[in-house]
């Protein structure tokens, strides 16, 4: 007989596949990554019937997009290689979901998504994107990264009170980061190769930070700063990004 799944990972090339999760037994299977295929056109519309699904990763893949919105138990997300012509607000339906991240693909902005019960989001490498304002619309973020984005230039952390842990990286156009002096849950800030100024946000570090790496890509500059961290206290950076959440997202699609 058939031995229910937890956790399944499919990708192909060659063989037809729009209709793959039609053929899928959804008892028990709580972890699913639909890795890229020769033309991206598996059928999301059976993920509506998943009742047990946790954890999705999705490569390309918006044939009738809005069924993952229909899955009110997913806790984690993980879309990658997700064109700008998909829009975004189906994630809004989401109220159970507390991770989320987005990398490849394209778009200009995230402001169409709003997840107030999000506590961690990831973005990296999408094309385009230029603006990653009011972060207020994720008021219960804990752990935010965001790389390789160069167009975007300001962020603003007025209003994500709740955050404990911060990493920005190869954004060589960002020159302003709002809100971060108001972060005090902080505990966890890497900064890598920005455009910041990186003696005046020493100035405006918050109070309860524990680990600190902070580089410009210039090695004199790099080392007088680590310095002066080493000579605070700071441990030069925490390994456990992702919090006590425990998503290992990037793994997914592997």
Not at 16 to 28: C, I
């Given at each position: 007989g058939e031995v229910p799944l937890s956790t399944l990972r499919f990708m192909s090339w060659g063989m037809?596949?729009?209709?793959?999760?039609?053929?899928?037994?959804?008892?028990?299977l709580r972890r699913l990554a639909l890795g890229p295929t020769k033309r991206s056109g598996i059928d999301l519309s059976p993920l509506e019937g998943y009742s047990e699904l946790k954890c999705v990763g999705v490569s390309g893949h918006t044939k009738n997009f809005e069924a993952i919105g229909?899955?009110?138990?997913?806790?984690?997300?993980?879309?990658?290689?997700?064109?700008?012509?998909?829009?975004l607000p189906a994630l809004n339906e989401m109220t159970g979901l507390k991770a989320l991240e987005i990398s490849g693909g394209g778009r200009e902005s995230i402001d169409e998504v709003n997840l107030p019960p999000l506590q961690y989001l990831g973005i990296g490498g999408v094309l385009g994107l230029h603006s990653l304002d009011d972060m207020g619309r994720f008021s219960s973020l804990?752990?935010?990264?965001?790389g390789a984005q160069s167009k975007i230039e300001k962020m603003d952390f007025s209003d994500s009170p709740l955050?404990?842990?911060l990493c920005i990286g190869t954004m060589k156009g960002l020159v302003t980061l709002a809100?971060?002096?108001k972060l005090e849950r902080l505990k966890s800030l890497r900064v890598l190769w920005t455009g910041l100024q990186l003696g005046e946000l020493i100035e405006r570090l918050p109070p309860h930070l524990e680990s600190v790496q902070l580089l410009s890509g210039r090695k004199t500059e790099d080392e007088k700063t680590r310095a002066f961290l080493d000579e605070k206290g700071y441990q030069e950076f925490s390994p456990d990004f992702l919090g006590e959440g425990g998503y290992d997202l990037s793994q997914l699609l592997m």
């Open positions: 037809k596949v729009s209709q793959f999760l039609e053929l899928v037994n959804p008892e028990r229909k899955i009110p138990q997913l806790e984690a997300l993980l879309l990658r290689s997700i064109g700008k012509k998909q829009s804990k752990d935010f990264g965001v955050l404990e842990s809100g971060i002096e």
